[in-house]
């Protein structure tokens, strides 16, 4: 399971593989994303973006099928956030 950390604050804990959350307002700006393994508290991978208005985004920390040559996280972690 992993936590996830939204701007560093804690937003979902302890989510399942395969987990997916419910759709979360977002407001626009410049946001940084960080997945966190739960049993050990180490950041897996981290993801910072920058959001408009009126717009929709996916944030998935995905896996373990093979990605592309050179993808780091695609081809290392089960989880999934949207």
């Known amino acids: 399971a992993v936590d996830v ?3 560093g604050r804690s937003l979902v804990e ?9 759709y979360m307002k977002l407001r626009p ?16 991978e981290s993801r910072r973006f920058t959001s408009g208005p009126n717009l929709g985004y996916t944030i998935v920390f995905a896996g373990p099928a093979k990605g ?13 956030f949207l």
């Open 5 to 7: 950390r939204f701007d």
């Open 14 to 22: 302890d989510l399942p593989f395969r987990g997916v959350t419910d």
């Open 68 to 80: 592309p040559e050179g993808m780091r996280v695609g081809n290392s972690s089960p989880f999934v």
């Open 29 to 44: 700006g410049t946001h940084t994303v960080d997945f966190v393994d739960r049993a050990t508290g180490a950041v897996l």
